[in-house]
C-alpha cells in the first residue's frame, strides 16, 4: 500500500464548475497535509495546508480533512482553465519530523 | 515572495561532465533542505536530504558518491551530479522547511533545475 495514494486522472471538469481531489494516507500519525499545485515544466506551489478536522477555505479553495477515514481532499470551485494543472496531495508527520509524502498527483482538465 | 531560488535553470552538458546546483534559502536560515528529482510524466522523488554542517541523508537506492551534496551555510545546498549520464536527464527541485507557529513545518519548492545530459 502507497503512503500517500491519489487518483492520477486526468480528471476532467468544465469552466465554473467544483472540481474534487481526493488523496489517502496510509500513517495515523500523520498530523499534517498540504495540497500543492504543478504545472507542467513547474516545481510544485504551495496551495493549502490542513492540519486539524474538518473544512479549511481560502478564495476558491477549500481542503477537507477526515482524520479517522484518513482522507484530505481539495474542492476547487468556479473552475478556471488556469486550475489545469496537477495536484500533489503531500503528508507530513510533524511533531518536529520534516519529510514530506508526496502522491503522484492528480491531472485536472479545466476544460472552457 | 519566492522562499527559495535555484541555480542554475536550465543545464545542458556532456555525457561524463560534473554539474552543481546550487539551492539557496531566500530571508531565512535553512538547517535542512531536500533534493527532489523528477522524470517526465512521474512524480517527485526524494533523493536526500540536505543537513547543515552534517552529512546528507540519502534515499534507497540513490547513490551518495554519484550525487554529492555540501550543505554548507545555512541558506545554500548544492547537489553536484558527477559523470553524468544520459539517464540522469531530469528536472531536479530543491526544497526548504519553514517553521511556522505552533510547530508545524511547510515545504517550500525552488523553481527546479532542468538538466540534459547529451
Known amino acids: 500500500q502507497k503512503e500517500v495514494e491519489q487518483n492520477s486522472g486526468p480528471l476532467s471538469v468544465p469552466e465554473g464548475a467544483i472540481a474534487s481531489l481526493n488523496c489517502t494516507y496510509s500513517d495515523r500519525g500523520s498530523q499534517s497535509f498540504f495540497w500543492y499545485r504543478q504545472y507542467s515544466g513547474k516545481s510544485p506551489e504551495l496551495i493549502m495546508s490542513?492540519?486539524?478536522?474538518g473544512d479549511k477555505e481560502d478564495g476558491r479553495f477549500t481542503a477537507q480533512l477526515n482524520k479517522a477515514s484518513q482522507y484530505v481532499s481539495l474542492l476547487i470551485r468556479d473552475s478556471q482553465p488556469s486550475d489545469s494543472a496537477t495536484y500533489l496531495c503531500?503528508?507530513?508527520?510533524?511533531?518536529?519530523?520534516?519529510?514530506?509524502?508526496f502522491g503522484t498527483g492528480t491531472k485536472l482538465q479545466v476544460i472552457p | 515572495g519566492a522562499v527559495v531560488s535555484q541555480h542554475p535553470s536550465r543545464v545542458i552538458c556532456k555525457s561524463g561532465t560534473s554539474v552543481k546546483i546550487e539551492c539557496r534559502s531566500l530571508?531565512?536560515?535553512?538547517?535542512?533542505m531536500f533534493w527532489y528529482r523528477q522524470f517526465p510524466k512521474q512524480s517527485l522523488m526524494l533523493m536526500a536530504t540536505s543537513n547543515e554542517g552534517s552529512k546528507a541523508t540519502y534515499e534507497q537506492g540513490v547513490e551518495k558518491d554519484k550525487f554529492l551534496i555540501n550543505h554548507a551555510s545555512l541558506t545554500l545546498s548544492t547537489l553536484t551530479v558527477t559523470s553524468a549520464h544520459p539517464e540522469d536527464s531530469s528536472f531536479y527541485i530543491c526544497?526548504?522547511?519553514?517553521?511556522?507557529?505552533?510547530?508545524?513545518?511547510?515545504?517550500?519548492f525552488g523553481p527546479g533545475t532542468r538538466l540534459t545530459v547529451l
Open positions: 490542513i492540519y486539524s478536522n
Open positions: 530571508d531565512f536560515q535553512a538547517t535542512t
Open positions: 503531500a503528508v507530513n508527520k510533524s511533531g518536529g519530523y520534516q519529510k514530506v509524502t
Open positions: 526544497s526548504v522547511n519553514l517553521p511556522k507557529r505552533g510547530g508545524t513545518d511547510t515545504q517550500y
